[in-house]
């Protein structure tokens, strides 16, 4: 077995942060989930979920925001459902096809994205 991180394996803080940036750009171009950003400050959204991709992928741990179920439940009360979620996640696994990961890995942040999903919707 490879003892490497997921977030080495993706290409680490670059990739991280291109990931990221590329990812934002699909979501607020998708009339379906962009809605949930409106009035969010873009550039600390970004720079919070560069620090929390990193830590879940099992880089450096500089994370500082809310938790899942705290950071979204707002977004709960306006209508954030599964749906919403699968679309994210969808967004998230093409950016990282764009960018040259491997399946497997993109599975494997698929699976980290939907172990938080009950959370992220408040139940």
């Known amino acids: 077995m490879n003892d490497t991180t997921l977030f080495e394996r993706l290409g ?3 990739a991280v942060n291109a990931a990221v940036d590329i990812f934002y750009r699909k979501v607020l171009a998708d009339d379906r989930v962009n809605g949930y950003f409106d009035g969010v400050d873009m550039e600390k959204q970004i720079q919070k979920q560069k620090g929390f991709l990193t830590m879940v992928f099992g880089g450096p ?9 705290e950071g979204h439940k707002h977004l709960v009360l306006k209508g954030l459902n599964d749906s919403h979620v699968d679309i994210i996640i969808e967004h998230l696994g093409s950016t990282l096809q764009e960018l040259g990961a491997k399946d497997e890995d993109i599975t494997e942040v698929a699976a ?3 172990s938080v999903r009950n959370d992220v919707l408040n139940r």
């Open 61 to 69: 741990n500089n994370y500082t925001g809310k938790d899942m179920r």
């Open 12 to 14: 680490g803080e670059n």
């Open 112 to 114: 980290i994205a939907n």
